[in-house]
């Protein structure tokens, strides 16, 4: 799979976010330079209309 064809999400609470609308991740895995997780999902049309709801309540709650 092409890169432009994934979603690399660095934010555990948009992981959460997203899971929570069933999306499942293909792929987690630990930045070497960081040290943190990351979550590789495959793009599409419905991704992309979950990660604009988040972005429109993300701050609702923060």
Known sequence: MENKEK???YS????????AFGEKCYA???NT?????YWVFKKS???DKI??????V???FS
């Open 7 to 9: 979603f690399y999400c």
């Open 51 to 56: 990660i604009d709801s988040y972005n429109n």
């Open 28 to 30: 987690s895995k630990i």
């Open 12 to 19: 555990l609470r948009l992981f959460h976010y997203i899971s």
């Open 33 to 37: 330079s960081s040290g943190k997780r």
């Open 58 to 60: 993300k701050h609702t």
């Open 45 to 47: 049309n419905r991704l």
